[in-house]
């Protein structure tokens, strides 16, 4: 009849259409057209072999209702506007009042009626539907049989209970197949979404480590040649033909050094891409949702090593999203503090607060059972870092990372910029 479940509730024709008839409904349908169509056969046949008065008439009232349902089966408009499928119910109505003042055996037609006034009208009104079509059975009955009996009523009201009970059972059930479906589409959905972010923190992690090895290696060895070679130049007399020769290794490695900064830059995350480890500390804190964060930084600024930069700026990152997720804190604040033989992150919020001795070690069911803290304190220590923790619940929390600033990599630092 339509492309929505025979029985399923009234839907739009966009969502309709969107979907193909199940198994279930393709024989739900089948079956009330081979009712339908059995009833007026049944009526017909025993009009003619009775050799009724009205056979005539009767044998016209079946072909006229099944040429009512046929069109009304036919025509899209049916399923697709109310309005429509209360108008063909009220020409089906006509016909089947017809067929039953002619003949008792009309009687019957009303039980497929029932799920039709049941499926195409709002709930309220199909069983209002229901109970008129029931009561002009009843009277159809006793019109045609002149004795009241129990049955008369029992059989049309029983009838109408029984498809009333089934279409309210079959629509709940397909509420609930919805939901299930609905489940279903959403969890692909968010496995599609949690596999992007994977592969992109996995894309992300792989930059970062990259960038710390070719920085660690590769920049601060080149570093170090530099330092050698402007040493033994210096050592050299003037006029000595090795001169020539350093100073030419000098700038190949001076050389691959810029280019190895090169590559240390492109792989730097995006947050450190366009300024420094202060500026997107800054940065983050302004786009902080939930808490107001201020930021501020104390101490003369110096350029750290790329891993510093990436591990402050993780940590602050990783910090704020527990702050915001777990804290309900009101206030927070990060500070940033460069002293001379080491750098300082301090997050501190004035939110609930917690017990940070399983939380920090990643305890399960700690501070929300996630690995924020031990994952920052990894990080903290894998540059030979200091990370701790203070905390009780009602009093906030506080985070602090202290890394030593190494010294070859400051002197590397200043010997690259005397050059």
């Not at 003042?101 to 006034?117: C, H, N, Q, R, T």
């Not at 004035?350 to 017990?355: N, V």
Request: with cysteine; proline share 7%; hydrophobic share 50%.
């Amino acid at each position: 009849m339509t492309s929505a479940p025979l029985l399923a509730p009234p839907r739009p024709a966009s969502s309709a259409a969107a979907r193909a008839l199940t198994p279930v409904s393709v024989v739900l349908r089948l079956c009330l057209h081979a009712l339908l169509g059995g009833l007026l056969a049944l009526a017909a046949g025993r009009a003619v072999a009775d050799s009724a008065p009205h056979a005539g008439w009767v044998l016209a009232a079946c072909a006229l209702l099944a040429a009512v349902y046929a069109a009304g089966v036919r025509a899209p408009a049916v399923h697709r506007s109310p309005r429509a499928g209360a108008l063909w119910l009220a020409g089906l109505g006509a016909a089947w009042t017809g067929l039953l003042v002619l003949s008792p055996d009309g009687l019957w037609i009303a039980f497929p009626l029932y799920f039709l006034e049941l499926h195409l009208l709002r709930l309220r009104w199909g069983v209002t539907a229901v109970a008129l079509t029931a009561c002009a059975a009843i009277g159809g009955f006793l019109a045609h049989s002149g004795a009241v009996t129990p049955g008369a009523f029992l059989g049309p009201l029983l009838g109408g209970a029984v498809a009333v009970a089934t279409v309210l059972g079959y629509q709940a059930l397909y509420r609930e197949s919805e939901r299930r479906r609905q489940l279903i589409e959403e969890l692909i959905t968010t496995r599609a979404e949690l596999a992007a972010a994977e592969r992109s923190a996995g894309i992300m992690a792989e930059r970062e480590r990259l960038a710390r090895e070719i920085h660690d290696t590769l920049a601060q060895g080149l570093s170090s040649i530099q330092l050698l070679l402007r040493a033994a130049e210096r050592a050299l007399p003037e006029g000595d033909p090795a001169r020539p020769h350093i100073a030419r290794a000098r700038e190949a490695a001076q050389d691959n050094l810029a280019e190895a900064r090169r590559f240390v830059r492109a792989l730097t995350p995006p947050d450190l891409e366009h300024g420094s480890l202060a500026a997107a500390l800054e940065r983050l804190c302004s786009g902080v949702p939930g808490p107001r964060v201020r930021f501020s930084l104390s101490g003369r600024p110096r350029v750290l090593p790329t891993p510093y930069e990436v591990a402050l700026l993780r940590i602050a990152q990783s910090a704020l999203a527990n702050v915001v997720r777990h804290a309900r804190a009101g206030r927070a604040e990060i500070t940033l503090t460069f002293m001379d033989a080491s750098v300082t992150l301090d997050i501190v919020d004035d939110g609930d607060g917690f017990d940070p001795g399983p939380a920090a070690t990643g305890a399960s069911g700690a501070a929300g059972g996630g690995f924020g803290l031990p994952a920052m304190r990894s990080r903290a220590e894998s540059l030979g870092g200091l990370f701790t923790v203070e905390s009780d619940p009602g009093q906030g929390t506080a985070v602090a990372v202290t890394l030593p600033l190494p010294l070859e990599p400051l002197a590397a630092h200043t010997s690259e910029a005397a050059l």
